[in-house]
């Protein structure tokens, strides 16, 4: 059986490429497709492959201004040559999930999320403030397009995974699809407690991990922060540093991106981590429980799939600073079992991953030619 992986781009390793990751050992005979690829920004298992590359990865500055190409994005996946494939799995939050298979294979999207900034959050990455006025207006008809282009091709998938209870309410709302939720896979192997419970120290002290961009809102945790007067983490990098630098200071410090030894250890000796935006899934929450650590996350989206209020994390009601302050102080006061957290992180473990995959695969190919979920 031939097998073909689909990936929007591979220029870093967030929650995206580590399900990837994981396809990839499933599938160690796959073949990997991608819009744009940056060799050294994924893991070894991702690296070794053969990537094809679609024609967008050959334009200027691609690498880091991928989506400035975006109106590009549907001719360049439909080129992808499938033909010869009898499996295709897409992992996409965005366009992998439209590339065009032939009429005997099947293919598996396991999906990410709709295309946010087609859909609904369009104002986050395009609105006024971020690419000026006359840049928003030209790019809200495009933009209108291509989630005219997502719903007319979400029929090339034969079956949808959804990442979280809210993508599966996303997929129903945007391509009016059933789908079937596979939690992403986390590394609970590697994360894990420290041997003896380490803290740092009396007073209390937060961690956010993301890359910074707008929706993630890091802004509110470093102004929630402040606001508690406790000392906050920031580990990642992205178009927001320079905005996030001016928050900095004070016990709120931005240390730019870290290995994942450096992170592991940020875990374990956190008060809590924050999840501070509306995720989709959020995969920086597990990795934290799977250390023995609680999180403190918006009430919405993925956290609600991840995080159980008053056992293994706080959930705060709001996206505002007086709730999010209020969610850490209240997460200061509580005596956190590490077990118990432990316990629950491990639900969400690579090796579920794996049995939940391969079951669906083999449901798949034994459907019926031309069956729809």
Partial sequence: MRVALIHDWLTGMRGGEKALEVFCEIFPSADLFTLVYLPGTTSPVIEQRAVTRSMIHWLPMAGRLYRQYLPLFPIAVEQFDLDGYDLVISTSHCAAKSVVANGRARHLCYCLTPMRYAWDQFDAYF???????????????????????????????????????????????????????????VDTEYYQP?????????????????????????????????????????????????????????GIELLGW??????????????ATILPGEEDFGIVP????????????????????????????????????????????????????????????????????????????????????????
Avoid at 137 to 157: F, Q
Avoid at 222 to 234: E, F, P
Avoid at 258 to 271: G, K, N, P, Q, V
Wanted: some cysteine.
């Fill in 127 to 185: 609105g006024p403030e971020r690419v000026g006025t006359l840049g928003s207006t030209i790019l809200r008809p495009m933009l209108a397009g291509l989630a005219r282009w997502d719903r007319a091709t979400e029929g090339r998938v034969h079956r949808y995974l959804a990442i979280s209870q809210h993508v599966a309410r996303r997929i129903a709302l945007y391509y009016n699809r059933q789908s079937t939720l596979v939690y992403p896979p």
């Fill in 194 to 250: 420290a041997f003896t419970e380490a803290m740092a120290g009396s007073q209390p002290t937060f961690l956010v991990v993301s890359a910074l961009v707008p929706y993630k809102r890091v802004d509110l945790a470093m102004m929630a922060a402040r606001q508690a007067g406790v000392s906050l983490t920031v580990v990642g990098n992205g178009p927001e540093r320079g905005n996030l630098e001016r928050l900095a200071g004070d």
């Fill in 258 to 271: 870290r290995s994942d030894d450096e992170i592991r250890e940020l875990y374990r000796t956190a008060t």
């Fill in 286 to 373: 597990v990795e934290a429980q799977a250390c023995g650590r609680p999180v403190i996350a918006l009430g919405r989206g993925g956290a609600l799939d991840t995080v159980i209020d008053g056992e293994t994390g706080v959930l705060f009601d709001e996206p505002t600073v007086d709730s999010l302050a209020t969610g850490m102080r209240r997460a200061a006061s509580i005596a956190w079992d590490p077990a118990r957290i432990r316990r629950h992180a491990e639900t969400f473990s690579r090796a579920r991953f794996v049995r939940e995959i391969q079951d669906v695969v083999g449901d798949t190919l034994s459907a019926p030619a031309g069956e729809r979920w």
